[in-house]
């Protein structure tokens, strides 16, 4: 990986970084409607997914992806504040307030929307990478899933559906540990779920999802391979949640201390670049810029006015109305 | 075109039965055609589920389509109800038009997710970005002796679903015409066939042509009672209607057709000039079809009412297997006659 690339990296990893912070500070702050899940901790992880996606493939994002959402919307769309919006639940979100944190799609950007119940795209999946296929083009179709999604039945049936089609789908299953409180371990027959992957023939790899040149590197690979029209290809990234369970930190002291101050996926990155020769007020710059955009961001969907009232009873179907009250 | 239900009633010009059946369409051959004629239409369908290719189905009505139109838009799957209504979503999401035959109805419960908490709400949770034009074909209802898990009214599971469409043909004309409609339809559509309607005959145009989905038809006039039904419960309203003629009733049968979203202006239309309502209903009465349909006469033709809406359902229990004891919780039409007499008191 050249230098650019890395440093490119490095400030997409700040912007998720910056873009989740400043949502807990306004969550906190009651600014923000419903649950928050956040990806701090796996920026490396989701960095080099959108860097490698394009707007023309479909990735379905996970409860945790506001970052991977907000980059492919910046890059592909050049309105990322619009993810911010919709987490605001304002009239100029990707969804117009509709979908939230958790339902926040644009298809123009290759953002097919997250679905809050655990693991079901991962059917929803297979229909995009079979459309691709019929129609002979060479996008990819990509479900990011946490290591909890492994006990749906869903997971096991998409697997061998895109097994014995030969679809091309990208399975990135972020393993960071646990799903809630439940130990990865504990909840699956493997802690390693590239093992389940081999069971079903599908061509895989385990990946240190907090090392960016590692996971880019890979995620490059994956999407090669499936776009040529190799089939599906699953990624598991090994990582680690800054975020507890709603009720607190469950984790061990050591455990926690280990994962945030010697595995920061952006402080390792900081190092690769430092070796490279990139100066501490470069990187702090970076970082600067980063938390500036997305303090704008969050005045833009301060700002913005709520949903029109129609929109409540809009497109429940596309061909009939539903009455107001 | 719409084509108004043929009347499964017999008349002295009805053709002996040997040349009937050479006329004569089934339901299932009428649907099969409907396949056929959509998929000349639509480049971007498909037809996905168990046994549907080589097999044709388990009631055959994806027979010879594989041969007519190959692998890639035939698809056979393994037993995967989740993965075929999630592939299906995905594949819509993105302009395909696929058709997904779940076997049975009650396996729905393998997809009720993949149906309810994404297909229904595809179009309104992400503002309308994507639409999901696909169809779920599936085999319902009772009266053969499937036991518990291969005779169930599965309406009742859908009907608190906002965004889904849920047709219900009574006989062949109207299974091709809503075949077709559905698969035109840019929103979900729960198409169910029910199993003892397969055989019905009735001549169907083989041309081209739809049943608008949301509107319902008066497949009897008449003056004294008004009977609602949908699938099976149409063929024995008739039937029902029959019988109370001789005791100097007039019936009128509403077909519902589509159940979601219903027809409530030609409901309301005929409980209004009757005055007397019966709501026939094959699945269990708590929550139904018939509970709907009975609140909602009640509160907006209260007026017009001569006394109170009469529900015809089936008892409060699973599908027991042994025939003679299906037929005590199932309704039929004797139930109806009995209940158009009730409503006729008044
Ligand atoms: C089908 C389903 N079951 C349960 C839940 C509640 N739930 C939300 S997140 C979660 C854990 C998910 O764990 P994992 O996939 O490992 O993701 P992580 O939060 O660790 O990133 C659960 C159980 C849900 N949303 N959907
Ligand atoms: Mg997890």
Redesign the interface.
């Known amino acids: 990986m050249d230098t650019s690339t890395l440093k490119g990296l490095y400030r997409d990893m700040w912007l998720i970084r910056a873009f989740e912070q400043g949502l807990e500070r306004e969550f906190e702050q009651g600014n923000v409607p419903g649950m928050l899940h956040t990806g701090l901790g796996q920026e490396a992880t989701q960095a080099a997914l959108a860097a490698h996606l394009e707007a023309t493939d ?1 990735f379905f994002p996970d409860h945790r992806c506001h970052g991977i959402n907000a980059l492919a919307q910046h890059r592909h769309g050049g309105n990322g504040e619009r993810i911010m919006a919709e987490l605001f639940g304002r009239a100029t979100g ?3 307030g ?2 939230g944190s958790l ?1 926040s ?3 123009t950007v290759g953002n ?2 997250d ?1 809050a ?1 655990e693991g ?13 296929k ?1 129609r002979g083009e060479p996008n990819v ?1 990509c479900a990011i899933i946490g290591d909890g999604t492994v006990g749906r ?2 997971f096991h ?2 697997l ?2 895109a097994a ?1 089609w030969d679809l091309p789908v990208l399975y990135a299953c972020v393993n960071n540990g646990y799903a809630i409180s439940m130990p990865v371990g504990e909840g699956h027959a493997t802690a390693d779920i590239v093992e389940l992957a081999k069971g079903y023939g599908i061509a895989n790899q385990q990946v240190d999802g907090n090392d960016i040149v590692e996971a880019w590197t890979a995620v490059g690979d994956a999407v090669g391979r499936i776009r040529s029209g190799e089939g599906p290809y699953f990624l598991e990234f090994k990582t680690w949640r800054w975020q507890g369970i709603f009720a607190g930190e469950f984790r061990p002291e050591a455990e926690v201390k280990y994962w945030r101050e010697e595995r920061d996926p952006i402080m390792l990155a900081a190092e690769a670049l430092a070796k490279r020769g990139a100066t501490p007020a470069e990187l702090d710059a970076i970082e600067a810029e980063t938390r500036d955009l997305i303090e704008e961001w969050i005045s833009f969907a301060k700002d913005s006015p709520a949903p029109d009232p129609a ?1 409540a009873t ?7 109305e ?1 009455a107001a009250r | 075109m719409t084509v108004a239900a043929d009347k499964p009633r017999r008349t002295a010009r009805t053709p002996r039965k040997g040349k009937d059946r050479v006329r004569k369409t089934s339901f299932t051959q009428a649907l099969n055609g409907a396949l056929d004629l959509a998929m000349e239409k639509h480049d971007e369908m ?1 037809l996905i589920g168990e046994d549907i290719a080589e097999m044709g189905g388990d009631f055959g009505v994806t027979k010879g389509l594989l041969a007519k139109y190959g692998a ?1 838009r035939v698809r056979d ?2 037993l ?1 109800e ?2 075929i ?12 038009r ?1 058709v997904a035959e779940i076997m049975f109805a009650d396996f729905i419960a393998e997809c009720y ?2 149906v309810v ?2 297909v229904a709400k595809l ?9 999901a ?1 696909l169809v779920i074909r599936t085999a319902c209802g009772g009266g053969f002796g499937g036991g518990p898990h291969h005779s169930q009214s599965i309406e009742g599971w859908f009907l608190n679903v ?2 889904i ?1 849920i047709a219900a043909p009574s006989n062949p004309v109207d299974a091709k015409g809503l075949l077709l409609a559905s698969i035109d ?3 979900p559509v729960l198409f169910l066939e029910h199993k003892a309607l397969y055989r019905s005959r009735a001549e169907v145009p083989p041309e081209y042509y739809t049943t608008p ?2 509107k319902a038809s008066i497949a009897r006039e008449g003056r004294d009672v008004t009977v609602v039904a949908a699938m099976r419960m149409v063929p024995m309203a008739l039937e029902a209607a029959e019988t109370a003629a001789a005791d100097g009733i007039s019936v009128e049968v509403v077909d519902l057709r589509t159940i979601r ?1 219903y027809d409530a202006t030609t409901v309301l239309a005929s409980a209004s000039k009757t005055g007397r309502v019966v709501v026939a209903n094959e699945a269990p009465r708590i929550g139904g079809l018939g509970a709907e349909l009975s609140a909602r006469i009640s509160e907006e033709c209260f007026a017009q009412l001569r006394g109170p809406v009469v529900r015809v359902d089936g008892l409060d229990t699973p599908i027991p297997f042994s025939v003679p004891l299906e037929n005590i919780v199932l309704p039929d039409s004797d139930n109806i006659a009995v209940a158009i007499k009730a409503a006729a008191q008044y």
């Not at chain 1, 079901?120 to 691709?132: D, E």
């Not at chain 2, 992400?126 to 639409?131: N, P």
């Open positions: 479909a990707v969804c117009s509709k979908g339902h799609a644009d298809p097919f929307g679905n119940v079901s795209y991962m059917a929803t999946v297979l229909g995009v990478a079979l459309a691709a019929m179709a039945g869903e049936e998409s061998n559906m014995i929109k809009a497109d429940v179907y596309a061909g009939w539903v | 498909f890639e799957t393994p995967s989740a993965a209504i999630g592939t299906c979503a995905g594949a819509a999401m993105v302009g395909m696929p997710d993949q908490n994404n179009h309104y949770m992400f503002d309308g970005q994507f639409t034009p906002p965004g469409v339809s840019d929103d989905l949301g979203p």
